[in-house]
């Protein structure tokens, strides 16, 4: 099937290393952040959410950052695995309704 | 499974034919999104439902896109008069209500207009 990673910006890590994921956001009036892992022919998976009163918070084997001042979130995986390989995608919410802005995604290729 | 469910999964359309792509959110869940996401895109907001009623359809690119979740439960994204531009995997998410609710996505809908 097709891939979602055409056309996107891509990282690529070896198998046990840590990857880190960048995302600019738009909108400083965001107050609620969350990264989503999307494999091909799926729908969005959640990963990890933060609020906007928090500057960093864990999960898992992942660590969300954010940086309010350049608008500016990370996403940390340790020890990467082959699993991990998928388009990564961070979201704000946006407006009263809580819809979700997504950027444009990140294709992380983890290579054995 | 609990999860969301979308059918088809994969539907192919005669440019000018209507098409009707049905979601089964989680049980219990009050919010309803439909996204649109086109080929090495992130997802983009079309409407949202808090049970029945359709309370943002802002993202809805066309009036030949309609939207509707009678009981507040099942949802059908309907397009009328599709075009080659309406190509795209339409998602659908559930969610409780709240300020910060995470959203569960179903798998998607691959629409394929030729």
């Known amino acids: 099937g097709e891939s979602v990673g055409l056309h996107l910006p891509t990282l690529s890590v070896q198998e046990g290393d840590n990857s880190i994921i960048n995302c600019a956001y738009s909108?400083?009036?965001?107050?609620?952040f969350i990264w989503y892992k999307q494999e091909s022919g799926k729908g969005p998976q959640f990963i990890i959410d933060?609020?906007?009163?928090?500057d960093k918070r864990q999960g898992q084997r992942v660590t969300v950052l954010l940086n309010k001042t350049v608008k500016h979130l990370s996403l940390q995986i340790a020890a990467t695995q082959p699993g991990d390989s998928a388009v990564y995608f961070c979201?704000?919410?946006?407006?009263?309704?809580?819809?979700?802005?997504f950027g444009t995604g990140t294709l992380l290729a983890v290579q054995p | 499974g609990a999860g969301v469910s979308q059918s088809p999964r994969y539907k192919v359309a005669k440019r000018g034919q209507d098409v009707a792509l049905r979601c089964d959110p989680i049980?219990?869940?009050?919010?309803l999104f439909w996204y649109q996401q086109a080929l090495g895109q992130g997802p983009e907001f079309l409407t949202y439902?808090?049970?029945?009623?359709?309370?943002?359809k802002s993202g809805l690119p066309s009036d030949r896109f309609f939207a509707e979740r009678p009981e507040g439960s099942v949802s059908t994204l309907k397009i009328q008069r599709t075009q080659q531009e309406d190509s795209a995997v339409y998602l659908c998410?559930?969610?409780?209500?709240?300020?910060?609710?995470?959203?569960?996505f179903g798998p998607g809908t691959r629409l394929t207009v030729t």
């Open positions: 998410a559930s969610s409780l209500p709240g300020g910060t609710y995470e959203q569960y």
């Open positions: 909108n400083s009036a965001s107050d609620y």
């Open positions: 933060i609020r906007s009163n928090m």
């Open positions: 979201a704000e919410n946006g407006g009263a309704t809580n819809k979700l802005i």
């Open positions: 049980s219990g869940h009050v919010s």
């Open positions: 439902f808090q049970n029945e009623a359709q309370l943002d």
